[in-house]
């Protein structure tokens, strides 16, 4: 009988963990779901709202049954995908689209010197705003999730949402002041993560570029002080490779020093420092990053 239930524990220890990654159509959750399909160790399911995105995925050997599409609004789709899942790693978010008109006049300022220079502007499509998606899309899946039990929910998010003046906040912004305000509907959202009480890892990278992984060195910080620091305001260092935030992502599943965490997530310029090999260290690093920490909240939205 004791060694019939070693092998049980034994078995459950090694089991597949199942992770849902939602937004696994785009560039971040796309990687989030390579590097978890090349460990044995974990079985994902890939979450995709259009065919396109589901194409996506099989192009990086995503199986059929890897792969679900579903739209995050819809209740009953998700609570389809997240059965049976022991982790949920959100990569969703509103993605702009520019306004084809504005970019013209761009590409006009720089062949004609008197036409005023002009920033391409830019809009959300229809269904898909920062509130619809960063906060309803996001509130569905926490739900979700809670009520399938999940034992861990790793939310991709951004830095930048204690400020309602950051720039991205402006995108999609209508004249009588509406609309926009994507990292503060993202940090709602997290807000209502931990009140929900599923097990959470919170990480907000700063520029997402494509790039390697491992090739730099990480730093983390809490409530976007790392964008005060002189250190990492200028020469491209508030950035983080799209390749570097999946493998935190990985890292922080089944991590016990990554619950509780909402950290900001940059990396040193090319070069300097040392490439940061283990992802799992950015949760050891000294100092605790729990949320209570990073809880500053802007004031509109929330009040």
């Excluded at 062949?111 to 920062?130: E, H, I, Q, W, Y």
Aim: aromatic share 6%; glycine share 10%; charged share 25%.
């Amino acid at each position: 009988m004791h060694r019939f239930l070693s092998l049980l524990l034994f078995v459950q220890a090694h089991a597949l963990k199942k992770v849902l990654v939602t937004g696994a159509g785009g560039r971040t959750g796309k990687l989030v779901f390579e590097q978890l399909k090349a460990d044995s160790n974990y079985k994902p399911v890939g979450l995709a709202r259009s065919g396109k995105a589901q194409k996506a995925l099989k192009a990086v050997g995503a199986s059929d049954d890897e792969v679900c599409v579903a739209d995050i609004a819809d209740e009953k789709s998700l609570a389809a995908a997240m059965a049976g899942c022991d982790a949920v790693v959100l990569c969703t978010s509103a993605v702009p689209a520019i306004k084809p008109l504005s970019l013209m006049k761009t590409m006009a300022t720089k062949v004609l010197p008197f036409v005023k220079t002009s920033r391409p502007a830019f809009k959300f499509p229809k269904n898909g705003t920062p509130e619809e998606v960063d906060w309803f899309g996001a509130k569905k899946q926490i739900d979700a999730a809670k009520t399938a039990g999940v034992k861990q929910f790793v939310f991709v998010s951004s830095m930048g949402g204690t400020n309602p003046d950051n720039f991205l906040n402006s995108i999609g912004r209508r004249k009588d002041g509406s609309g926009g305000d994507i990292l503060l509907w993202k940090r709602k959202a997290e807000r209502y993560l931990v009140e929900s009480g599923v097990p959470y890892t919170i990480i907000h990278p700063g520029g997402l570029v494509d790039e390697d992984g491992s090739k730099r060195e990480l730093v983390v910080g809490v409530n976007d002080e790392i964008m005060k620091n002189p250190e990492f305001s200028s020469g491209g260092t508030r950035s983080v490779a799209r390749a570097d935030v999946a493998r935190v992502c990985k890292a922080a599943l089944g991590s016990a020093s990554a619950t509780g965490v909402a950290l900001d997530l940059v990396s040193k310029k090319a070069g300097d420092g040392t490439p940061t090999k283990d992802a799992s260290s950015v949760f050891t690093s000294p100092g605790k990053y729990t949320y209570e920490s990073a809880a500053t909240d802007p004031p509109s939205i929330f009040s």
